[in-house]
């Protein structure tokens, strides 16, 4: 039983606080930098790594905003549609996206995910079956 009073003594002794900073300790938060690749970039170079003119972007981004945004999101929803452009057109992994947009892997899979899907959504509206009149 001396263990038992030993136990509840110490327990006593420290303040709560520090118990609750030893069992649950502040973590660090990581603030990674986005960059800005639609000011970043002139045209040509924008071209070469995205596969759509600023103009294209722009006017797909007007058509999907509602469908990639989502609550709570820190990544706006031109940085999404960046980083689905970019990952389209380089066929890169997930981490390397991750990378790109100074986000975690699986915060990339899901943007990107949700990105082509409302991207895909405008496919009626542009893609046209052949048709023999």
Avoid at 47 to 68: D, E, M, P, Y
Wanted: aromatic share 10%.
């Amino acid at each position: 039983m001396d263990i038992f009073e030993d136990i509840d003594d110490i327990l006593f002794n420290i303040d709560l606080e520090e118990l609750v900073e030893a069992v649950y300790p502040n973590r660090e938060y990581n603030v990674r930098h986005r960059p800005d690749h639609m000011n970043m970039w002139d045209d040509n170079e924008f071209f070469k790594r995205f596969r759509l003119s600023k103009q294209t972007v722009a006017k797909l981004l007007t058509r999907n905003k509602r469908t990639i945004i989502t609550r709570n999101q820190p990544i706006s929803p031109l940085g999404q549609l960046l980083l689905t452009l970019r990952f389209c057109a380089t066929g890169s992994f997930y981490i390397t996206m991750g990378d790109f947009g100074g986000i975690h892997k699986s915060t990339a899979g899901r943007i990107i995910s949700r990105a082509i899907n409302a991207i895909a959504e405008l496919r009626p509206q542009y893609i046209y079956m052949p048709r023999t009149d």
